[in-house]
């Protein structure tokens, strides 16, 4: 099936990474709840060896408390700027692209014949996305594959989803 890739495809593929990938989900936790789980733990432990009336036990309470409610807003600060560096460094591109799925491989190329890079078993996806525009799917490698939402390829999608027995999560991009 031909597929043509817009720039507008490839900058949501550019946001669904940097909000939905697996990589920024467990930077996200780990920046949410670890970092204030420190602060409180370093904040015992100072108390600890120093027997100070528990100033610095509350100082690191207080600083896990100012970390909860800063950080998020800053989170998204970051990735929004992420997102618009991405958005300036994308070229324009109208690609066409062949997208063929057998029994046991998904093929994404430009080419009629896909190189091996190209080539990626069915078995080895674990994740079917879609936002408004876009059908995201992702595999266990990290790898990633953008597709316009079409009738084909939403017709693809759901026979795929149930072949794998996967839910299609909507995400907001």
Known sequence: MKIRITDKDVINLQKFMVNHSKKAKKQKLVSFYAIPFEFILVG??????????PWISI??????????????????RLCKKQIDK??????????EMNL?????NI???????PKISEIFEISTLNKLAKSENNFFLGFKAG??????????????????????????LLVEL
């Open 44 to 53: 015992l432990i100072l108390d600890g060896f120093f027997k100070l009336v």
């Open 59 to 76: 100082t690191s309470l207080v600083l896990a408390i100012l970390w909860l409610v800063f950080y998020p807003k800053y989170y998204k």
């Open 86 to 95: 991405a958005i300036q460094n994308t070229p324009k591109s109208n690609i």
């Open 100 to 104: 063929k799925i057998d029994k046991n």
């Open 107 to 113: 093929s994404f190329s430009p080419d009629e014949k």
């Open 143 to 168: 790898h990633h594959i953008v597709l316009p939402i079409t009738d084909e390829t939403q017709e693809e999608i759901i026979k795929l989803s149930k072949k794998l027995n996967l839910n299609i």
